[in-house]
C-alpha cells in the first residue's frame, strides 16, 4: 500500500532564509514522486518529480528534492525563501503499477518580509 | 494550448438535485482522476481512469459516479448531492501512472 505524510502542516520562513518542507513515504513498488505548488485560489503547478532516476531532483523557482530510500523521504529545499513562494505545498506519491495517486495533506509555506 | 478544463467553475445547488461536472482533455492522455479538496485532507481521489471504458474507485467514491466513454472526457456525476460533498473539485489527466499529472482549474461546489 501506498502512503505519504506531510510533518509540517504549517511553515514559516523569512524571506530570504533556507526552506525545507518534508515529506516521508510508504511504497510497496518503486515510486514516483511529485511535489506540487498551489498558489491561493489556483490550480496546481509540477514544481518537480522524481522517477527513478537522479536521486536529487531540480525543479522550478530554484526549488529541488532529494529521494532517500533509506529514509523513505523526500523533502524539498530551497536556499532563499522568496514571498512568491507563499503557497500550499503537496507531496504526491504513485506507481506505474498502482493505480491510485496519494496526496499528503499539504504544507502552507508563509513567508516573513 | 494543451489543457485540461472543467465546467462550471462555481456551482451552487440544493440537496438531492442531480449534477454533472465536466472534464476535457486535450492532451491525449489515457489517465484521468478526480479529486476533491478539503481543508486540512489535501486532495483526495474520487475515482479514475486508466482508458476508455476503465474506471475504478479512489479512496472517496462514495456519492459519487463516472463514466469514460471517450478518451477526452471524464465527467464526474452527483446522482444525489448532499453538504458533505460540498468541496473543491479538480480533474486531472496524465499518461499513465507515474507521470506528470495536469489539473485543471478547479470547480467549487456548494450543496446546501
Known amino acids: 500500500a501506498q502512503s505519504v505524510t506531510q510533518l509540517d502542516s504549517h511553515v514559516s520562513v523569512s524571506e530570504g532564509t533556507p526552506v525545507l518542507l518534508r515529506c516521508n513515504y510508504s511504497?510497496?513498488?518503486?515510486?514516483?514522486l511529485f511535489w506540487y505548488v498551489q498558489h491561493p485560489n489556483k490550480g496546481l503547478q509540477l514544481l518537480l518529480k522524481y522517477t527513478s532516476a537522479a536521486t536529487l531532483v531540480k525543479g522550478i523557482n530554484g526549488f529541488e528534492a532529494e529521494f532517500k530510500k533509506s529514509e523513505t523521504s523526500f523533502h524539498l529545499t530551497k536556499p532563499s525563501a522568496h514571498m512568491s513562494d507563499a503557497a500550499e505545498y503537496f507531496c504526491v506519491v504513485s506507481h506505474s503499477s498502482a493505480s491510485k495517486i496519494i496526496f499528503g495533506s499539504g504544507t502552507r509555506l508563509s513567508i516573513r518580509p | 494550448e494543451a489543457q485540461v478544463t472543467q465546467n462550471p467553475r462555481y456551482l451552487i445547488t440544493v440537496t438531492g438535485k442531480k449534477l454533472t461536472v465536466t472534464c476535457s482533455q486535450n492532451?491525449?492522455?489515457?489517465?484521468m482522476s478526480w479529486y476533491r479538496q478539503d481543508p486540512g485532507l489535501g486532495l483526495r481521489q474520487i475515482y479514475y481512469s486508466m482508458n476508455v471504458e476503465v474506471t475504478d474507485k479512489g479512496d472517496v467514491p462514495e456519492g459519487y459516479k463516472v463514466s469514460r466513454k471517450e478518451k477526452r472526457n471524464f465527467p464526474l456525476i452527483l446522482e444525489s448531492p448532499s453538504p458533505n460533498q460540498t468541496s473543491l473539485y479538480f480533474c486531472?489527466?496524465?499518461?499513465?501512472?507515474?507521470?506528470?499529472?495536469?489539473f485543471g482549474p478547479g470547480t467549487r461546489l456548494t450543496v446546501t
Open positions: 511504497s510497496s513498488y518503486s515510486p514516483s
Open positions: 486531472a489527466s496524465s499518461f499513465p501512472q507515474g507521470h506528470e499529472q495536469y
Open positions: 492532451m491525449n492522455h489515457e489517465y
